[in-house]
């Protein structure tokens, strides 16, 4: 079955420390993405993919980095500039354009301690 | 970022009453999509509209994709306790082609048994 997985689950970064976030997908979708979510608020984008090799900054990048080296991987990193990393981040694929929607993985909750 | 502005941000009701919720732009979409968020995993499409005026139905859902391009409606019927959870509305394509989604800031749904 197609889909989109996001690993790990649950994940707890000491301060100061670098932490990377898995995405694949197996949808053969040309667009990937990375939101972040806090509680009680909407979906924040961060960065987003329209093809290999390339990416863009979203609305809050700052403190984050992302590469896409293969079409099915897209992972984020979050950095130790990012003031306030704990959250819910949610990666989403698509076909190009985004017509019939994304396709959101499970999400990662990052926990700083 | 742009944003859509989606209503009511919470909704508490009673099991087997109906809830509708809505989401308006000062842009024109191409298409209207709503989503379910359960409680810590991702969004999962629920209806996509394609046609100015179009109303479908997914179950004991039914949305509509506003006449004038720029709004859209999401009603349950008879909710139960498992529709629980945050809707979110998104538009794409039209006078905002960004290529991306641009989602609403999300209705909670909470249903007292």
């Known amino acids: 079955d197609g889909g989109i997985t996001q690993s790990p689950k649950y994940l707890f970064r000491k301060e100061g420390q670098n932490v990377t976030l898995s995405c694949e997908q197996n949808l053969n979708h040309d667009a990937m993405y990375w939101y972040r979510q806090d509680p009680g608020q909407g979906l924040r984008l961060i960065y987003y993919?329209?093809?290999?090799?390339?990416?863009q900054k979203g609305d809050i990048a700052e403190g984050y980095s992302v590469s896409r080296e293969k079409k099915e991987s897209f992972p984020l990193t979050v950095t130790s500039a990012q003031k306030n990393p704990t959250a819910f981040y949610l990666c989403?694929?698509?076909?190009?354009?985004?017509?019939?929607?994304?396709?959101f993985g499970s999400g990662t909750r990052l926990t700083v301690v | 970022g742009q944003q859509l502005n989606q209503s009511p941000q919470s909704m508490f009701i009673q099991e087997g009453e109906d809830v509708s919720m809505n989401c308006t732009s000062s842009?024109?979409?191409?298409?209207w999509l709503w989503y379910k968020q359960d409680p810590g995993e991702g969004p999962v499409l629920l209806i996509a509209?394609?046609?100015?005026?179009e109303l479908t139905s997914n179950g004991r859902l039914t949305a509509q994709f506003g006449i004038t391009r720029k709004d859209s409606f999401l009603n349950i019927s008879a909710s139960i306790p498992s529709d629980v959870g945050i809707y979110f509305c998104a538009g794409q394509g039209g006078s905002s082609n960004t290529g991306k989604l641009i989602f609403g800031q999300g209705t909670t749904l909470q249903v007292k048994p």
């Open positions: 993919s329209q093809i290999v090799n390339d990416f």
């Open positions: 842009s024109i979409f191409n298409t």
């Open positions: 509209l394609y046609k100015a005026g």
């Open positions: 989403a694929s698509s076909i190009q354009g985004g017509y019939y929607g994304y396709t």
